[in-house]
Structures are given as C-alpha cells and as structure tokens.
C-alpha cells in the first residue's frame, strides 16, 4: 500500500539558517504530494503541493520538487524564523486516501 | 471564505460517557473526512463522505463509533462509550471532489477537537 516516510524529528535550527526535511514515498499510480503544517494546539494547513512530476510546489518561502526518479518530495527553506516553529507534515494522495508521514517537529531558536 | 469548522475546540468526560463531535466544511465541498491523530502521529482517515454517503468507513471501530453527514453538509462523529484510549485530536477535513480529479483533490484541515477520557 501507499507510505510515506519522513526524517524524524525534532529539526533544531537558529534564525536564519537552512532547512531541509526529507521525505520519501511509496506509492502506485500517480499520486500528488502535499506539505501540511500544524502550529501548537492548531489543525493542519495546507502549506504546498505537488501533482505531477517535476512539479515545484512552494509557499511563504517554502518549497518541495516532486521527484519521481527518487521518489522524494523534501520540504526546504532558504531562511528560517522562529514563527516557522511547528510540526510538518508530508502526505501523498492517491485514488482515494491521503496517506500522512509521522510528521516532523521543527523547532527555530533566535 | 470560511473554513472548516468543528465545534467543541475541546472536552474532557469520563470513561464510558457518550460524545459527539461536530463539523461544518467548506461551502460547496461534497466530500468531507473524519480524521484520527495521536500526539506525536499524522492523521489516520475514520470515515469518508461524498456527499450523504459514506464512501470509505473500514477504519472506524463500528461497536463504538458512528458518523452521520445528513443532508450532505455538516457532520456529527460520536463515540458511544468513550474508553481511555480514545484520548486524541479528532480532525475534520472537507475536499471539493471527484470533479478536480481523484488524485489531485485537495483536503482542507479544521482546528480539531481534542478529546481527554478520564
């Protein structure tokens, strides 16, 4: 069945620095990819998406490449701020479910 | 646009007491999710509606969970006894459908409902 598998966290990273969180996937067809965000005590929000192959998705600075080769889709972030805290979620849709990762806890310190 | 909304933001009963979650989607939105999280996992479907119907329920524990979505729209998630383990965020989400295409339809999150059983 479909998966999808992201580095665990939590990522520690001060202002400013780069961010990369990984995610690879598992799948049959021809799924779309998807970042959701979810900020303490809050539901998801959809950050970016991706529905075909080479297809860059991005949002507030964030962006992620659907690379069917690798079969990856890392988030990344030229310049990280303390309100980018949150845990990030990597998820693929196929015919009909929507298969979350376990999530990752980013945590930016000033 | 309003977003998906669910309603209480929070509730704390006792074990084996009943409880019922309610969710409005989005206006328009003929598919709507029922969702499980556990702290420190994503999301587990429960239950998918198209429409009234409940295209997708292989996941929810029928002896003590039930979901209705009359009329289409807004829907209502019980638990009838709740038990210690059923401690969660109960998420709800609402899509636009089969008519952007099954692949790339894309799921709209509300805040949730975290459930404390004592």
């Known amino acids: 069945g479909d998966s999808v598998t992201q580095m665990e966290g939590p990522v520690t990273l001060s202002e400013e620095a780069f961010l990369t969180i990984n995610c690879t996937y598992t799948?049959?067809?021809?799924?779309?990819l998807f970042w959701y965000v979810q900020y303490p005590g809050e539901g998801l929000q959809l950050l970016l998406k991706?529905?075909?192959?080479?297809d860059k998705g991005s949002n507030k600075g964030f962006e992620a490449t659907y690379r069917k080769e690798t079969t990856s889709f890392h988030l990344e972030k030229g310049s990280v701020q303390v309100s980018d805290s949150a845990v990030y979620f990597c998820?693929?849709?196929?015919?009909?479910?929507?298969?979350f990762g376990k999530g990752t806890m980013l945590l930016v310190s000033p | 646009e309003a977003g998906v909304v669910q309603s209480p933001r929070y509730k704390i009963i006792e074990k084996k007491q009943p409880v019922a979650f309610w969710c409005n989607p989005i206006?328009?939105?003929?598919?709507l999710y029922w969702y499980l999280q556990n702290l420190g996992q994503g999301p587990e479907l429960l239950i998918r509606?198209?429409?009234?119907?409940?295209?997708?329920d292989s996941q929810l524990p029928k002896d003590r969970f039930s979901a209705e979505r009359l009329k289409g729209v807004d829907s209502t998630l019980k638990i009838q006894p709740a038990e210690l383990g059923d401690s969660a965020v109960y998420l709800c989400?609402?899509?636009?459908?089969?008519?952007?295409?099954?692949?790339?339809?894309?799921?709209?999150f509300g805040p949730g409902t975290r459930l404390t059983v004592l």
């Open positions: 799948a049959t067809g021809y799924p779309s």
């Open positions: 989400a609402s899509s636009p459908g089969r008519r952007e295409g099954p692949f790339t339809d894309t799921q709209y």
């Open positions: 206006s328009g939105h003929n598919t």
């Open positions: 991706a529905t075909k192959a080479d």
């Open positions: 998820a693929l849709k196929g015919y009909s479910t929507l298969t």
């Open positions: 509606y198209e429409n009234e119907e409940a295209v997708d």
